[in-house]
């Protein structure tokens, strides 16, 4: 694709655009390229896809990113990949795609030359918010006959039902599957084959790709194609929050077990995004960063680049940022990164999200550096901590030296980790806990809030956090759907018990058990009312969010849930500047030494500032 007939030199501001054309008998699919002028507004689509196979199944097939399937341009042959050959072959027979205009990077970019790969990158957004339309290609249909006509029917019908009479959704629960309720609210999309068919349309790769944070979040409006069927990308998009809000998210990551996990939360994920670039916020590419981590590239370098675009004007001009293909390496690309997002925020809210060593891939990024090519969704379950306080008033203190890539703050040392429990994903795959119970036996039956020591548990394990629309502190009568969790043979909105349960087998007194739960004292375990089915739902979903987070005891007898890198001897610090506690590790066991970040924390009763509520002295330390 370097032949120098078939990519002439562009001048500032130009684009190339593709258009399908009649072929000359030998090659299923002919094209030609001409160049534009970005500036003369021209009329045209852009494509986001993935370069690699578009299904687990064409994975296991053969089908690589490699181009390796020849179609005529320009006159000249050229090769594009599987998933690329199978949407040029389609396109011209769906009426919203014939005779378009196209921008497809694989072809109008000249992917041999890094100059000119760096310098469409660097206008990217433009190349995205100036299309009239963003076409999703999901890949071809699937091979299981009806199955992707179901999928999409069934994204339509909840886009449908929430526009028209959004409380109905209510009623589509898991337990009701293939009831005459479901069948009600969404006709035959109701259905449990309708269910299978959309847990598996949100498997496909299209979801995992970095890029199309900026292709979606830029665009002016968005169809999903997938073989020859449409949908609006904004009924994806209330299918997307309807699943990761109610108990269907762990029906979903039930369904297709051979297949990879889930991503019904991306176009969720993207709506925040797109929200988020609208407001120009001064953490904008921090909080996509956080938001993106489980995406994939092709160069990691791509999970900084591929959201610069969104960033807005916080980024815009900054040399750290600029994409540099030719001589920034990836460790080089996230150091930059970080040094240039702790320059331009007033918080420390970057350390939070660098999670020690079990999430990182990259050798020789300093602990304060997150690592971005880690993809698996982290921290706590939120984006900007702004619910949080821990270090209250306390201003910033911090100095970066970039010779040693040594960050110094100011903290106060809360107390030391004495037991690390099970994680959450541990406990959501069916496995018991013996180490939760060991620490909720262990805490005093009254916490130092003053809270009962059940109540203080069921609040840690969701950061205190409840609700579709979050509120925080939550609600009180959250801790009846936490308790129903807590014992042996609880009901389970319609999942095996052993799937979700907290099998902690621990002997609750009625006195514990009716402080958390609103019930008059006296009220025995049994006697406990079990919870609606819509506030078990919620539980069910916030609980599932956030899943790789450990739970914790201190020294002190305070609880706590962190990064699935901490262990026993790992220090919990409020630091200033940062929204949340910090699991630091020393480097030596020398007083005043240096310390890893081991990542952000919630320490219940120590999230609003109270720890620094008598204005204690802190001391200096060094992050290596």
Known sequence: MADAELYMPLLAGQIRLLECVPGDGIH??????????????????????????????????????????????????????????????????ISLLASKSMWIDALCINQADLAERTSQVNIMATIYHSAEMVVVWLGEEDKMAGLT???????????????????????????????????????????????????????RNYFTRVWIVQEIALKKTAKAVCGRHVADWDDVVEASAFLTSTSWTRWICTQWADLPESQHAIPTILKAIEDMRKKDSQNSLLYSLIRTRRFLASDLRDKVYALLGVAGESVRGKARLSPEYDHRSLTETYVSAAIQILHDSKDLLLLACAEGDECRNIAGLPSWVPDWS????????????????????????????????????????????????ESKAHVLHGNPAPTWR??????PETYHTGQPRVEVFWRTLITDTAGLKPQHPAPPEWGTAALARFKNGARTSGFAA?????????????????????????????????????????????????????????????????????????????VAGSLVPLILRPVSATPGSSYTVVGGAYLHGFMKGEALSGKPALEKIIIV
Not at 378 to 407: K, Q
Not at 438 to 443: D, E, Q, S
């Open 498 to 574: 052993a799937d979700c349960r907290f099998p902690l087998d621990v002997p609750l007194t009625a006195a514990v058990e009716s402080a958390s739960s609103g019930e008059p004292a006296g009220s025995s375990a049994e006697s406990l009312s079990e919870p609606k089915d819509s506030l078990e739902d919620e539980y069910e979903a916030t609980f599932s969010h956030a899943a790789h987070l450990r739970l914790f005891a201190t020294s002190k007898d305070y609880i706590g849930v962190g990064s699935e890198s901490l262990r026993v001897g790992d220090q919990v610090w409020i």
């Open 374 to 421: 880690h993809s698996r969704v982290l921290g706590l379950g939120v984006t900007g901590y702004t619910r949080f306080s821990a270090a209250g008033t306390y201003p910033r203190h911090m100095f970066i030296d970039e010779g040693p890539l040594t960050l110094e703050v100011k903290g106060l040392k809360l107390d030391d980790i004495s037991t690390a429990g």
């Open 28 to 93: 299923a699919v002919s094209c030609k390229l001409r160049v534009v002028d970005l500036g003369s507004n021209p009329e045209y689509i852009t494509l986001s896809y993935t370069w690699g196979p578009a299904t687990h199944e064409d994975a296991a097939s053969g089908v690589t990113s490699t181009p390796a399937i020849p179609i005529l341009c320009n006159g000249k042959e050229v090769l594009v990949t599987k998933n690329l050959f199978t949407f040029l072959q389609t396109a011209p027979a």
């Open 149 to 203: 006509e179901k999928a999409l029917k069934l994204v339509r019908a909840i886009g449908k039902t929430k526009r028209e009479n959004e409380d109905d959704l209510k009623r589509v629960v898991p337990s009701k599957l293939g009831s005459e309720v479901m069948r009600a609210v969404l006709g035959e999309s109701g259905d449990i084959e309708y269910w299978r068919a959309i847990a598996k349309l949100f498997r």
């Open 438 to 443: 060991k620490i909720l036996l262990a805490m």
